[in-house]
Each structure stands twice: as structure tokens, then as C-alpha cells.
């Protein structure tokens, strides 16, 4: 039951240039929509947030995008940075289910970023 | 920058053995929760905690499962009897709030217990 789907289990980019990192979900009760980075030995921390009523929410580096007809969400991450690479999960709650704060995680995408 | 504490980071035991985790929450935070993570899967739920009671679990966390705040600081998973597949990264969570949009605000997670069953 794969509620959030991330299609791309890596993804390496070169240095510099756009990092797009690609996210599904199924579940049209979700209202609110997260990105988390992990680094090996460490829990997940969060980046960035969308909520259902914005389509567009950027914080430096970060930018996500939310096409909710489409059920799509995408992180951009501008320029790239040595730093950025790391597993980065798409995860997604809903606020009209029976409880509101658990988080439903996709699989992850390891971003490498390339020199 | 407020930290959830876990503890220990590896944890080695016997298929059958109990096992508790240990995690120190962010101070001020009142919502407690516990993921896992089994190597190459993605991060599952499995129960979150509010006010000394289960709030919500999912069916991962069956009757061998078990949450305890046993004083004002900790919050601990424990594992009854443990099986093989219950091998996996366990993270603790806290929160401050659960209202509407900003229910995670200051949602952290911990840097995780290494459980592995042999």
C-alpha cells in the first residue's frame, strides 16, 4: 500500500545545476506535504513544507511544487551543493483523517551530487 | 538547537529477548511518536502518544509492542518478544502541536536505535 511513491530510487546531478526530486501520492485526504533529507546515521530532518491550499513554497536552495489534480509533488533544489547529497524522503499527512500528525513516508531518492 | 535524544544508537539482541528503546524528547513538546525503518524500506508509523495514551498505532504495532513516559522525560518502546523482522532503525519523534496546519511545527526526529535481531 504505497500511499507516497517516489519513482526514483537516485538520482545524480552535477554540481551547480537544478536537483529535481519527484513524488506521487494516492491519497486524496492528504492535506500537507513534507520534504525530509537523512544523512547515514542520522533520523530524518525536515527541509520543506507545502500545504494542500499553495501550489509553490520556497525556502532558499528549496522549492516545492504541489500539482494536485496531477497528485504530484516535486522538490527543486538550486543551485546543487556537495551538501545536498543524501536520501530525501516525500512524505505526506492528512489533516481530515482520523488523526492528524502521522506522516506517511515514500521510499526515498539518494541524490548524489557529482564535482 | 533542541535535540530528541535515543538511546542506545545499536542495540544487539536474541530472537525471544525484550527489548526497550529510549528516547529523551524535545522539552516543551507533548506529542510523542515512534517510526521504524527496515534496512532499504521506507520510514513506517508506528504509534504516536498525547497526554499518557496511545493516540493513534498502526498494525504494525501489535501486542508485542508496547509505549511507556515512565517519568517526565523519557519515552520508551519496548519489544516483548522479539522476532527477526522486528530488525530495523526505530526513530522517536515529538512535536508541539496537533492543530491544523501547523501540527508539525518543531516536529524532530531522533538519529535512531539500530535494533538487530539474531
Known amino acids: 500500500d504505497q500511499q507516497v511513491k517516489q519513482n526514483s530510487p537516485s538520482l545524480s546531478v552535477q554540481e551547480g545545476r537544478i536537483s529535481i526530486l519527484n513524488c506521487d501520492y494516492t491519497n486524496s485526504m492528504f492535506d500537507y506535504f513534507l520534504w525530509y533529507k537523512k544523512y547515514p546515521a542520522e533520523g530524518p530532518t525536515f527541509l520543506i513544507s507545502?500545504?494542500?491550499?499553495?501550489d509553490k513554497n520556497e525556502d532558499g536552495r528549496f522549492t516545492v511544487f504541489l500539482n494536485k489534480s496531477a497528485k504530484h509533488l516535486s522538490l527543486h533544489i538550486v543551485p546543487s551543493q556537495p551538501g545536498d547529497s543524501a536520501v530525501y524522503f516525500c512524505?505526506?499527512?492528512?489533516?481530515?483523517?482520523?488523526?492528524?500528525?502521522?506522516?506517511?513516508f515514500g521510499k526515498g531518492t539518494r541524490l548524489h551530487i557529482l564535482p | 538547537e533542541p535535540e530528541v535524544t535515543q538511546t542506545p544508537s545499536h542495540q544487539v539482541t536474541q530472537m525471544g529477548q525484550e527489548v526497550i528503546l529510549r528516547c529523551v524528547p524535545i522539552?516543551?513538546?507533548?506529542?510523542f511518536y515512534w517510526y521504524r525503518q527496515i534496512l532499504g524500506q521506507k520510514v513506517e508509523f508506528l504509534v504516536s502518544f498525547y497526554n499518557n495514551e496511545i493516540s493513534e498505532k498502526s498494525e504494525i504495532f501489535d501486542d508485542q509492542f508496547s509505549v511507556e513516559r515512565p517519568d517526565g522525560s523519557n519515552f520508551t518502546l519496548k519489544i516483548r518478544s522479539t522476532k527477526l523482522e522486528d530488525s530495523a532503525m526505530y526513530f522517536c519523534?515529538?512535536?508541539?502541536?496537533?492543530?491544523?496546519?501547523?501540527?508539525?511545527?518543531?516536529?524532530?526526529f531522533g538519529s535512531g536505535t539500530r535494533l538487530t535481531v539474531v
Open positions: 522539552s516543551n513538546h507533548l506529542y
Open positions: 519523534a515529538s512535536s508541539e502541536a496537533t492543530q491544523g496546519y501547523f501540527r508539525f511545527v518543531g516536529y524532530t
Open positions: 512524505a505526506a499527512s492528512g489533516f481530515t483523517m482520523n488523526r492528524d500528525d502521522k506522516i506517511i
Open positions: 507545502i500545504s494542500s491550499i499553495k
